[in-house]
């Protein structure tokens, strides 16, 4: 049983429910938390997010490299994108915002699946 930080709405998680835990402070506080006022909902993305991490780990192995954990993640999220109705899907969509898209799911992988990318190491 662990914890996890959803930063964007700044309340903590259960890593295995994925459901949303009440913050720490006071009754008496009335803090309006999202933790509190969310608590027990599934936090948004969570289902997705660990079918892509599973996959990953399909393509790439439990413990990827660096490149190979970035790569298994490319070929998901492109092979999934729906480009038949452009002429010219690679200036539509953006290289840039698909290395973009990559970077930040491999680096939720690394944190949620406790792989840390460590240089020299």
Known sequence: MGKQFDYENQAWYEDTT???IKCGHPSTM???CFGKLHEGEKVTGY????EIFDT???LAGIYPDS???RNAVHAIITKSM???GF???QRTIGSST???NVDYIARNYEHARGISMRIGG
């Open 18 to 20: 994925g459901t949303y």
């Open 98 to 100: 698909i290395i973009r």
């Open 47 to 50: 289902l997705e997010m660990n």
């Open 56 to 58: 990953v780990e399909e």
């Open 87 to 89: 002429r010219y899907p």
């Open 30 to 32: 009335d803090c309006g």
């Open 67 to 69: 490149d190979s954990l």
């Open 82 to 84: 729906d480009v038949s």
